[in-house]
């Protein structure tokens, strides 16, 4: 995957969208005293340049200098000149192109250009003294920053401390992805919900999952648990050879990125096989009922201010007063986008305030050991005055025949 390729119809970023926001993680770069972020292939990258590169041991790296106006370079081997000129800062011009031939040192490339950047900015009217201090992306390889220690004396930090606030929070264009990204995982649950489950394996049903989610656009189909009767109870279960039985229930988790922006939806279907006395017993829809409720109270309660943690008590506390707080052992939610997992995490102990265009999911779960688990999840942005959910597939307990 390199470039950006479009499909007529979707919505892409404006071009513009990347001058803003390499111009923004420099200022917020500068006011941390960084002399520079050093961005490696991943979702900054991509963030920063639109550019989706492959990572590999030959170094691609964008330097930024902490300093608003100061150029920032996209560094990348020559034989992958082509692709990283066409990616929409390059193309725009709002970054220089610096290749690098076979026989270089592409990590002392990056040095120098570190150096030139501090000493610009230290000779600058009011400059500090260059602090050489240096944030690097969370997914850079380590044999590039073990390489990059070694000729470039600096202190090394992470440069997620600059990037996570502009990340977190979604453009218009960025919460459109999504929107769509959720939209076409919808239809793929109603799909799998409404076709043949019983007699047939929870990999064979995986694989039905990761070709319509593929037929519904998605750049790839990242994932598809699915987790039939006792495997529900293993929250990140996966498919296995398991053959689905009648009168059990299955935990579908399934999503992947669409135009770079990820899907993630759950839902719960019980499979009778047609025999209506193979149904759901009392113990499990007085479960679900519980998990509904939960799921709907952590809805309701996103808006602009309310803490990551309230959003978790808020599900956590009527699966708790239910008698089943034991049984869910995860946190409620976890940020979405370019990544399937970022910032902001809903989790006990956040005291992050959420704000108007953060995404994140609300996935609450309970799992009885040996017997079965149920997890709802939808993907919600926050809203101006609440909630606004991209999933819209339907909640209930999906009871199916399922032959
Ligand atoms: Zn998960
Ligand atoms: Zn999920
Ligand atoms: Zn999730």
């Given at each position: 995957?390199?470039?950006?390729?479009?499909?007529?119809?979707?919505?892409?970023?404006?071009?513009?969208?990347?001058?803003?926001?390499?111009?923004?993680?420099?200022?917020?770069?500068?006011?941390?005293?960084?002399?520079?972020?050093?961005?490696?292939?991943?979702?900054?990258?991509?963030?920063?340049?639109?550019?989706?590169?492959?990572?590999?041991?030959?170094?691609?790296?964008?330097?930024?200098?902490?300093?608003?106006?100061?150029?920032?370079?996209?560094?990348?081997?020559?034989?992958?000149?082509?692709?990283?000129?066409?990616?929409?800062?390059?193309?725009?011009?709002?970054?220089?192109?610096?290749?690098?031939?076979?026989?270089?040192?592409?990590?002392?490339?990056?040095?120098?250009?570190?150096?030139?950047?501090?000493?610009?900015?230290?000779?600058?009217?009011?400059?500090?003294?260059?602090?050489?201090?240096?944030?690097?992306?969370?997914?850079?390889?380590?044999?590039?920053?073990?390489?990059?220690?070694?000729?470039?004396?600096?202190?090394?930090?992470?440069?997620?401390?600059?990037?996570?606030?502009?990340?977190?929070?979604?453009?218009?264009?960025?919460?459109?992805?999504?929107?769509?990204?959720?939209?076409?995982?919808?239809?793929?649950?109603?799909?799998?919900?409404?076709?043949?489950?019983?007699?047939?394996?929870?990999?064979?049903?995986?694989?039905?999952?990761?070709?319509?989610?593929?037929?519904?656009?998605?750049?790839?189909?990242?994932?598809a648990i699915v987790a039939s009767g006792p495997?529900?109870?293993?929250?990140?279960?996966?498919?296995?050879?398991?053959?689905?039985?009648?009168?059990?229930?299955?935990?579908?988790?399934?999503?992947?990125?669409?135009?770079?922006?990820?899907?993630?939806?759950?839902?719960?279907?019980?499979?009778?096989?047609?025999?209506?006395?193979?149904?759901?017993?009392?113990?499990?829809?007085?479960?679900?009922?519980?998990?509904?409720?939960?799921?709907?109270?952590?809805?309701?309660?996103?808006?602009?201010?309310?803490?990551?943690?309230?959003?978790?008590?808020?599900?956590?506390?009527?699966?708790?007063?239910?008698?089943?707080?034991?049984?869910?052992?995860?946190?409620?939610?976890?940020?979405?986008?370019?990544?399937?997992?970022?910032?902001?995490?809903?989790?006990?102990?956040?005291?992050?305030?959420?704000?108007?265009?953060?995404?994140?999911?609300?996935?609450?779960?309970?799992?009885?050991?040996?017997?079965?688990?149920?997890?709802?999840?939808?993907i919600i942005v926050c809203g101006t005055d609440?909630?606004?959910?991209?999933?819209?597939?339907?909640?209930?307990?999906?009871?199916?025949?399922?032959?």
């Amino acid at each position: 995957m390199t470039g950006t390729t479009t499909f007529p119809g979707r919505v892409t970023i404006p071009v513009e969208r990347y001058a803003a926001r390499i111009a923004a993680a420099q200022r917020i770069a500068a006011d941390q005293g960084l002399a520079a972020l050093l961005i490696g292939v991943g979702p900054d990258l991509r963030y920063l340049t639109g550019y989706a590169a492959m990572p590999l041991e030959r170094l691609t790296m964008l330097v930024a200098p902490a300093a608003s106006g100061a150029r920032a370079s996209l560094v990348v081997p020559r034989l992958e000149a082509m692709p990283a000129r066409g990616c929409p800062a390059a193309a725009a011009g709002f970054i220089d192109l610096r290749t690098w031939e076979e026989t270089e040192s592409a990590h002392g490339l990056v040095a120098d250009l570190v150096r030139d950047a501090a000493a610009t900015r230290a000779a600058s009217p009011g400059g500090r003294p260059p602090s050489l201090e240096v944030g690097v992306s969370d997914t850079l390889w380590a044999s590039h920053l073990l390489r990059l220690q070694e000729v470039l004396p600096a202190g090394f930090g992470p440069a997620s401390t600059v990037l996570r606030e502009l990340r977190m929070v979604k453009d218009p264009e960025e919460i459109a992805l999504l929107r769509e990204a959720g939209a076409a995982a919808d239809r793929v649950v109603d799909a799998i919900a409404s076709g043949r489950l019983v007699g047939r394996t929870e990999a064979d049903v995986a694989r039905e999952v990761r070709e319509r989610l593929l037929d519904e656009g998605h750049d790839t189909a990242d994932f598809a648990i699915v987790a039939s009767g006792p495997n529900g109870a293993s929250p990140h279960h996966g498919a296995s050879e398991r053959v689905i039985g009648a009168g059990e229930p299955i935990v579908l988790d399934i999503g992947g990125p669409l135009g770079g922006y990820g899907s993630d939806t759950t839902r719960t279907i019980w499979v009778t096989g047609g025999d209506p006395s193979r149904g759901p017993d009392a113990a499990f829809l007085t479960a679900f009922a519980v998990l509904r409720r939960a799921h709907e109270a952590a809805t309701a309660a996103v808006k602009p201010g309310a803490t990551a943690e309230s959003i978790d008590a808020a599900a956590r506390d009527v699966i708790a007063a239910a008698g089943l707080g034991d049984l869910f052992i995860h946190r409620t939610g976890h940020g979405i986008g370019l990544e399937g997992h970022e910032d902001p995490y809903i989790v006990a102990g956040s005291g992050l305030r959420l704000k108007a265009g953060m995404a994140f999911s609300i996935e609450p779960g309970i799992y009885r050991e040996g017997a079965w688990g149920m997890r709802l999840e939808d993907i919600i942005v926050c809203g101006t005055d609440g909630p606004d959910v991209l999933n819209r597939s339907a909640l209930d307990l999906r009871v199916v025949a399922g032959v």
